[in-house]
């Protein structure tokens, strides 16, 4: 009797095992196919796109008649990169300056305060960033184009980008901040005792030394940047056009097709279209994240 | 027996927090010999090297009382311009860390920070101080390779041709050996009993038969308080103090 | 002469230091202030149509139109469709982040693989995930629903949540894994019994940001969870949230209506005001519990 339930109990202990096991595989493998899967899936929605449109064509084209049967993404993959690239280029500075002040001189109490902003900060959603935009900063940008003479609703590529560079923030921040705390201290001590102030040290030593981290947190901001959605959509304005300044609207891929998607699907090749879209936002995103990632592998020792 | 001392240090107290780390440490150290700090790990050997050009300043929470004077001019006065100091010193660390860019730059830093430009002048610095650290022939071909290619041992020795470059009166080395292997430390060794004719050389080590190869002056610490200090001669040979015995003889580890 | 060129050059250290450490102020304080704006600006634009009312009742008369009612839909769907992702991504991701740290605990190619394909995956904007999840929708014939809600989102969070996971697991002492390996222990006993009861802290932090992404996100349930005035029954029916709410209510002329996306917006930050205060809680007390 006891024999038995011994025997019972070893039963149910490999049997624990291996279902755990199985399962786990079972995860890991859903991990490894899903990108493939998304992929596949981007590029089988999107390939009747292909049948009718050369890649250049599609890409190239501004001419935007979805009735017609005219899909020119051009216009919004400028607005996109204008949005992208304005709002890294506001992000980048403050970021690369705040993870110096916080990791080199900031007292502790400042990072007793900083720690949790920087999280509250990330992790507030895009819509509500969106009605940040629209109550403030959309408002503030249509001023500030008053003083360049520019009259401008204030929904805009600029007003998109100031909103986009503050969601981005919290996430460059992180990793800067990281990069700057795993520089040996011994680096600023040697520098320190030839004789370098600290900023020399901070200068010519440690940015030196974070370079790869610092360009490739750059390149993880685009990546995000690049696919936000919600928040650019509420106030970056939604008109078809080729922007020609900062203070004018813009229409970035995410915004066409969380704003389309699902509802013009009588439209001939419209969802392909869209589908067409996420495809390039795949690419994009997946290109500067992997990127990124492979400078701070590759170059983090060779300096 | 000991001619005039470079660093005079009187009742030095330091705190990293709430732990005392150093405990009333007075001691003079002698000019252009090779001072040995001595003692077990964890004593404060380390902590007591990086207070000399206040290298202390870079930790959070830690507070110094007393005096460090060098040259008349006491080092931990909040107010001294530290910078122009610690020039004086050269620091050599527990494994080299060499500056993130070439050979040639590593050793140029120095000198291009105290404002000297010249190409023909900084070239001509980089062949001596290579040559002193005996690594001239082995990069001479490759000075603008990053120093980071370099092995071990020769990145510690660059390390120290670095810390030679700005010109310092003392050199300061905490377990200069410690990351290398047997041939690369004796090498470290010998230019340092070569560099003390001309030098002031402070070192820490836990590694007895080191510190009696090498060692002029002794320091020997415990627990963060100087136990006993002396020429060398007279701690090895003829130790005071019960620790002092017992670790010299081995029996303590 | 040269003394005097000396001194200029050290005046211009002095003063390019100051300036960048003015600048570095800016930089910080612009960060503080960026955070109060967005918290003031939404408390004061939407805590004045903040009633009970509002939190307790669904909007009558349509949620585009009808000037009655309140958010209650939003609440309650949005705590349905993340909950339900957060617990099938939990599934998923804590198996897999177990996997990773104990099981293929000495492959180390296995683990670098899965953390790149995860790197991958969690970089995807949660768009394409709704626009892969629609097109999947259709694909088999279902309609926008709960369901289909919950599924897209626990595709957008499982990467977050085993990343954040993996953080906490790498940091158990190895020592601790042979210690119960070589007690006898099988490699599940190991990771359920012995590494998950030191790491809870830590996993409930993970899942509370997972569940802070859920709860927040817009764009991958935008075209699949639908939007309706009701609270759903079934999984089959479809759901309205927090965020969509926001965006949809906020488009409306009707003063009215614009009011219940304020006040949804200022729910929508509390509760992710409180996710992120708790799991700093739960965070720091698992600093301070662990063994080390």
Same mark, same amino acid.
């Given at each position: 009797?006891?024999?038995?339930?011994?025997?019972?109990?070893k039963?149910r202990r490999?049997?624990?095992?291996?279902?755990?096991?199985?399962?786990?595989?079972?995860?890991?493998?859903?991990?490894?196919?899903?990108?493939?899967?998304?992929?596949?899936?981007?590029?089988?929605?999107?390939?009747?796109?292909?049948?009718?449109?050369?890649?250049m064509?599609?890409?190239?084209s501004?001419?935007?008649?979805?009735?017609?049967?005219?899909?020119?993404f051009?216009?919004?993959?400028?607005?996109?990169?204008?949005v992208?690239?304005?709002?890294?280029?506001?992000?980048?500075?403050?970021?690369?300056?705040?993870?110096?002040?916080?990791?080199?001189?900031?007292?502790?109490?400042?990072?007793?305060?900083?720690?949790?902003?920087?999280?509250?900060?990330?992790?507030?959603?895009?819509?509500?960033?969106g009605?940040?935009g629209?109550?403030?900063?959309?408002?503030?940008?249509?001023?500030?184009?008053?003083?360049?003479?520019?009259?401008?609703?204030?929904?805009?590529?600029?007003?998109?980008?100031?909103?986009?560079?503050?969601?981005?923030?919290?996430?460059?921040?992180?990793?800067?901040?990281?990069?700057?705390?795993? /520089?040996?201290?011994?680096?600023s001590?040697?520098?320190?005792?030839?004789g370098?102030?600290?900023?020399?040290?901070?200068?010519?030593?440690?940015?030196?030394?974070?370079?790869?981290?610092?360009?490739?947190?750059f390149?993880?901001g685009?990546s995000?940047?690049?696919?936000?959605?919600?928040?650019?959509?509420m106030?970056?304005?939604?008109?078809?056009q080729?922007?020609?300044?900062?203070?004018?609207?813009?229409?970035?891929?995410?915004?066409?097709?969380?704003?389309?998607?699902g @509802?013009?699907?009588?439209?001939?090749?419209?969802?392909?279209?869209?589908?067409?879209a996420?495809?390039?936002?795949?690419?994009?995103?997946?290109?500067?994240?992997?990127?990124?990632?492979?400078?701070?592998m590759?170059?983090?020792k060779k300096? | 027996?000991?001619?005039?001392?470079?660093?005079?240090i009187?009742?030095?107290n330091?705190?990293?927090?709430?732990?005392?780390?150093?405990?009333?440490?007075?001691?003079?150290?002698?000019?252009?010999?090779?001072?040995?700090?001595?003692?077990?790990?964890?004593?404060?050997?380390?902590?007591?090297?990086?207070?000399?050009?206040?290298?202390?300043?870079?930790?959070?929470?830690?507070?110094?009382?007393?005096?460090?004077?060098?040259?008349?001019?006491?080092?931990?006065?909040?107010k001294?311009?530290?910078?122009?100091l610690?020039?004086?010193?050269?620091?050599?660390?527990?494994?080299?860390?060499?500056?993130?860019?070439?050979?040639?730059?590593?050793?140029?830093?120095?000198?291009?920070?105290?404002?000297?430009?010249?190409?023909?002048?900084?070239?001509?610095?980089?062949?001596?101080?290579?040559?002193?650290?005996s690594l001239? @022939?082995?990069?001479?071909?490759?000075?603008?390779?990053?120093?980071?290619?370099?092995?071990?041992?020769?990145?510690?020795?660059?390390?120290?041709?670095?810390?030679?470059?700005?010109?310092?009166?003392?050199?300061?080395?905490?377990?200069?050996?410690?990351?290398?292997?047997?041939?690369?430390?004796? @090498?470290?060794?010998?230019?340092?009993?070569?560099?003390?004719?001309?030098?002031?050389?402070?070192?820490?080590t836990?590694?007895?038969r080191?510190?009696?190869?090498?060692?002029?002056y002794v320091?020997?610490?415990?627990?963060?308080?100087?136990?006993?200090?002396?020429?060398?001669?007279?701690?090895?040979?003829?130790?005071?103090?019960?620790?002092?015995?017992?670790?010299i003889?081995?029996?303590?580890? | 002469?040269?003394?005097?060129?000396?001194?200029?050059?050290?005046?211009? #250290?002095?003063?390019?230091?100051?300036?960048?450490?003015v600048?570095m102020?800016?930089?910080?304080?612009?960060i503080?202030?960026?955070l109060?704006?967005?918290?003031?600006?939404?408390?004061?634009?939407?805590?004045?149509?903040?009633?009970?009312?509002?939190?307790?009742?669904?909007?009558?008369?349509?949620?585009?139109?009808?000037?009655?009612?309140?958010?209650?839909?939003?609440? /309650?769907g949005?705590?349905?469709?993340?909950?339900?992702?957060?617990?099938?991504?939990?599934?998923?991701?804590?198996?897999?982040?177990?996997?990773?740290?104990?099981? #293929?605990?000495?492959?180390?190619?296995?683990?670098?693989? /899965?953390?790149?394909?995860?790197?991958?995956?969690?970089?995807?904007?949660?768009?394409?995930?709704?626009?892969?999840?629609?097109?999947?929708?259709?694909?088999?014939?279902?309609?926008?629903?709960?369901?289909?809600?919950?599924?897209?989102?626990?595709?957008?969070?499982?990467p977050?949540m085993?990343?954040?996971?993996? @953080?906490?697991?790498?940091?158990?002492?190895?020592?601790?894994i042979?210690?119960?390996?070589?007690?006898?222990?099988?490699?599940?006993?190991?990771?359920?019994?012995?590494?998950?009861?030191?790491?809870?802290?830590?996993?409930?932090?993970?899942?509370?940001?997972?569940?802070?992404?859920a709860?927040?996100?817009?764009?991958?349930?935008?075209?699949?969870?639908?939007?309706?005035?009701?609270?759903?029954?079934?999984?089959?029916?479809?759901?309205?949230?927090?965020?969509?709410?926001?965006?949809f209510?906020?488009?409306?002329?009707?003063p009215?209506?614009?009011?219940?996306?304020?006040?949804?917006?200022?729910?929508?930050?509390?509760?992710?005001l409180?996710?992120?205060?708790?799991?700093?809680?739960f965070s720091m007390?698992?600093?301070?519990?662990?063994?080390?």
């Open positions: 009797m006891r024999s038995f339930s011994i025997l019972n109990f039963v490999t049997l624990r095992e291996n279902l755990s096991a199985f399962w786990m595989k079972c995860c890991y493998l859903l991990i490894l196919a899903m990108p493939f899967i998304l992929l596949i899936g981007l590029l089988l929605k999107s390939s009747l796109l292909f049948g009718e449109h050369s890649l064509e599609l890409i190239f501004s001419e935007w008649k979805p009735l017609s049967g005219k899909f020119g051009f216009p919004f993959i400028i607005s996109s990169l204008w992208t690239f304005i709002s890294i280029a506001i992000a980048a500075p403050v970021c690369l300056l705040t993870a110096i002040y916080l990791t080199q001189y900031a007292k502790r109490f400042v990072l007793k305060i900083m720690q949790p902003v920087i999280d509250i900060l990330a992790g507030i959603p895009s819509v509500i960033y009605v940040w629209i109550i403030i900063i959309v408002p503030f940008v249509s001023k500030v184009a008053g003083w360049f003479n520019v009259s401008s609703s204030g929904y805009s590529i600029l007003t998109g980008a100031i909103v986009l560079a503050v969601m981005i923030i919290p996430f460059v921040l992180n990793i800067l901040i990281e990069v700057y705390k795993t /520089i040996p201290i011994e680096l001590e040697a520098s320190l005792s030839l370098a102030t600290k900023w020399e040290t901070i200068k010519k030593v440690l940015t030196r030394k974070a370079y790869p981290g610092i360009i490739s947190s390149g993880l685009v995000r940047a690049f696919g936000e959605t919600i928040a650019v959509l106030v970056v304005g939604n008109v078809v080729i922007p020609s300044g900062i203070f004018q609207a813009g229409y970035p891929l995410p915004a066409l097709i969380a704003n389309n998607y @509802e013009m699907l009588s439209i001939p090749l419209y969802d392909s279209a869209l589908m067409f996420a495809l390039i936002l795949f690419v994009v995103v997946t290109f500067f994240n992997m990127g990124s990632r492979y400078i701070i590759h170059y983090e300096i | 027996m000991i001619n005039g001392s470079i660093i005079n009187e009742g030095l330091l705190h990293i927090g709430n732990k005392h780390i150093l405990k009333d440490i007075n001691v003079k150290i002698p000019e252009k010999k090779l001072t040995v700090i001595l003692g077990p790990s964890g004593c404060g050997k380390t902590t007591l090297l990086k207070s000399l050009n206040r290298l202390t300043d870079l930790y959070p929470e830690v507070k110094t009382q007393g005096k460090i004077f060098n040259g008349g001019i006491d080092i931990l006065n909040p001294i311009e530290i910078t122009e610690r020039k004086k010193m050269g620091l050599l660390a527990q494994s080299p860390y060499p500056l993130p860019m070439s050979i040639y730059d590593n050793i140029t830093y120095g000198l291009r920070i105290s404002g000297r430009r010249k190409k023909r002048y900084l070239s001509k610095r980089v062949e001596y101080y290579l040559r002193q650290v001239w @022939e082995e990069v001479k071909d490759r000075l603008k390779d990053p120093a980071s290619a370099l092995s071990i041992g020769q990145q510690q020795r660059l390390c120290l041709a670095r810390g030679l470059s700005v010109d310092p009166d003392i050199i300061l080395a905490d377990e200069p050996t410690s990351a290398l292997d047997p041939v690369s430390s004796r @090498e470290i060794e010998e230019l340092f009993l070569k560099l003390k004719q001309r030098y002031t050389i402070v070192m820490v836990h590694i007895l080191q510190a009696r190869r090498v060692a002029d320091i020997f610490m415990y627990l963060g308080e100087i136990v006993e200090h002396g020429t060398a001669e007279q701690i090895f040979e003829n130790p005071q103090n019960q620790i002092t015995k017992a670790y003889k081995g029996t303590y580890s | 002469m040269k003394r005097k060129f000396n001194l200029n050059r050290k005046f211009f #250290k002095k003063l390019e230091e100051l300036i960048f450490r600048l102020i800016i930089s910080t304080t612009i503080i202030v960026a109060l704006a967005i918290i003031i600006s939404i408390l004061i634009k939407g805590v004045p149509s903040l009633s009970w009312e509002m939190i307790t009742q669904t909007p009558k008369g349509g949620y585009y139109f009808g000037k009655e009612g309140g958010i209650l839909n939003a609440i /309650i949005s705590l349905y469709l993340s909950g339900g992702a957060t617990f099938l991504a939990l599934v998923v991701s804590l198996p897999l982040a177990l996997y990773m740290n104990i099981h #293929k605990m000495k492959e180390k190619l296995v683990v670098n693989i /899965i953390r790149l394909f995860l790197d991958i995956l969690w970089g995807i904007p949660s768009i394409v995930y709704g626009a892969f999840g629609f097109a999947l929708m259709v694909f088999l014939g279902l309609r926008t629903s709960l369901l289909a809600g919950i599924l897209t989102v626990t595709l957008f969070i499982i977050i085993v990343r954040s996971m993996d @953080e906490v697991l790498k940091t158990v002492p190895r020592g601790l042979e210690a119960s390996f070589s007690l006898g222990s099988t490699r599940s006993e190991t990771s359920f019994r012995v590494i998950l009861r030191q790491c809870i802290p830590g996993l409930i932090t993970a899942i509370l940001l997972a569940f802070g992404r709860i927040g996100d817009a764009a991958a349930v935008l075209f699949t969870a639908g939007y309706t005035d009701y609270i759903p029954t079934s999984l089959s029916q479809p759901t309205a949230t927090l965020p969509l709410s926001v965006f209510q906020l488009g409306s002329p009707i009215e209506v614009q009011n219940r996306a304020y006040a949804s917006a200022v729910v929508l930050t509390v509760i992710v409180i996710i992120s205060i708790s799991s700093r809680a007390k698992y600093q301070k519990n662990r063994i080390k």
